[in-house]
């Protein structure tokens, strides 16, 4: 019974120690919000009824296309939240008025909170928050997380071209496709195959198709964003050695500046799907 006392107030204690992580990425949102040319905004409210809350950074009235950075799919994915803050303040430097950058640390706040890979749903169960999104080739339960369809809402609604989302630990910047196909080159291939080139330059990640570089994976947001929407969107999975995030700041600065003007004209494009058991039975994916 004491043990179950004790490890009851240890709980309590450690959800405490940890709820304080997405509160100080509050504070820091605060502090870049007294800059110039921004403005704090929230997605909605998650599975808890907490804001997602991310920074504009830019001027509606003048910017000629606008453009988002996601962190932190996975709660366990720390330099995924560092990250947006460098290329916030990259990009608040060297301040651009024809481009509007909504930035976005933490998506998924309890698993920041919890340092865990997963969500928490509103059923209480956890859910791999980038498996979430509708998949081109998998018919499965779509958004089971509020935090996914807002920001798939939030970014259609907002005319977003580009978008990239922030990952850890490869070394890599991968465009789609990723789900489960035959072949992962789209219609755009040869586009993204050199604009991912130009931007790696500076951290000198490997580019590619998620699939050929990282591994298939059904429901992801880049696929979804992609293929939805036309959307241009590249996963950046920062590197597990890397001890200059800056380049990566960097890297992503470069790469929107390469940004078409507008979307892909490609939208729900022909996918040569495959059947995940089929094609990749015993492969186990990180
Ligand atoms: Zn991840």
């Known amino acids: ?48 009824g907490m804001d997602i809350v991310g920074v504009m950074i830019g001027d509606s009235s003048t910017a000629t296309i606008k453009h988002l950075v996601v962190g932190t799919h996975h709660g366990n994915e720390r330099a995924a939240a560092e990250v947006p803050f460098l290329f916030a303040d990259q990009v608040l430097t060297n301040y651009d008025s024809s481009v509007l950058y909504y930035v976005i640390p933490v998506l998924n706040i309890t698993g920041y909170n919890a340092n865990r890979r997963q969500e928490t749903g509103s059923d209480n169960q956890t859910h791999d928050s980038n498996r979430d999104y509708e998949d081109a080739c998998m018919t499965k339960q779509d958004w089971n997380l509020k935090s996914t369809h807002l920001i798939a809402d939030f970014m259609d609604k907002e005319d977003v071209v580009s978008a990239v989302s922030v990952h850890g630990y490869v070394g890599s910047f991968t465009f789609p496709f990723g789900m489960y196909a035959d072949n992962f080159k789209t219609l755009d ?74 979307r892909s004209k490609h939208v729900g494009q022909k996918v040569d799907c495959v059947s995940r058991i089929l094609s990749y039975k015993g492969i186990s994916r990180p």
């Open 189 to 262: 291939n040869a586009l993204l195959v050199d604009w991912a080139k130009k931007a790696a330059k500076i951290n000198g990640y490997t580019t590619g198709t998620h699939g050929d570089i990282v591994y298939p994976a059904e429901g992801s947001f880049e696929d979804y964003a992609y293929f939805k929407h036309g959307i241009w969107s590249f996963l950046m999975e920062i590197r597990s050695t890397t001890t200059d995030l800056k380049k990566d700041a960097l890297s992503l600065v470069e790469f929107f500046k390469n940004s078409p003007r507008e």
């Open 1 to 48: 019974m004491h043990k179950l006392i004790l490890a009851f107030i240890l709980a309590i204690i450690s959800i405490q120690v940890f709820a304080a992580d997405y509160d100080k990425i509050l504070t820091r949102l605060n502090e870049v919000a007294k800059r110039p040319h921004t403005a704090l905004f929230s997605l909605g409210k998650n599975d808890q």
